[in-house]
């Protein structure tokens, strides 16, 4: 596994192709992918392009697969987080960037036009969990749950409110997870009371946390923690 971060983006190469879920627009669902990608855009890029597009066309450029996983964000890359959690030959690694311009709490209804489409959008809390655990498929579903979860404490524990009603923030209108699993331990269960679920919420829950309280982590060994995980 390699790790690229600049001030343009995240970039994660496997070296072969790995099982992954995620709500991403471009590349979601339930795949096998090789690389995955979280890029920095701004407003008038969105507004010349669709997600796909920008996404598709960083690939092309970089001359990388075509078919990975792409998430956009209006976030600092410099705030970014790679946080590593390990216990008993269970691995997580989280990477995290956030932003809450767009904080909502998801019980609440708010002014909108937006229907479901495709769409991009700012502020976006994006969080990519790889493990070197090998997760039956429920555990991945599982594992979204845990992780917004995490990501929602961390929100509370900040007490980010809502840009809409000034409430507590649950999350942003566009946050974006993604799931990739190794093929060590096989597990199933995701939740609270297992070991992998606890290293997955506590890896996502400082990865929001710092980023969100723009810690630079300028120290970050990417070479080190890419040779913790071996796929």
Known sequence: MKIEH????IVTDFDH??????????GGGHRRVQTIVNLKTDAQEVLDNTPEDLISDFFRKRGSDTHGIGLLTSAEMEYAQFVTA?????GVLAIVTAGTSNALNIAERSDTEFSGGSNTGFGTINIIVITSACLLDECMVSSIITATEAKTAALFDLQVKSVM???????????????ASGNGMHIRYAGGHTLYGQLLGQAVYHGVRRSLLEQRMENT??????????F
């Open 86 to 90: 390990q216990d008993r030959g269970i």
């Open 165 to 179: 009603t000034g409430s507590q923030a649950t999350g942003t209108g566009t946050d974006t997870i993604v799931i």
């Open 6 to 9: 600049t001030s343009r983006c």
């Open 221 to 230: 060994d990417l070479q080190e923690i890419c040779g913790m995980f071996e």
């Open 17 to 26: 192709p790995l099982r992954t879920l995620s709500s991403a627009s471009t």
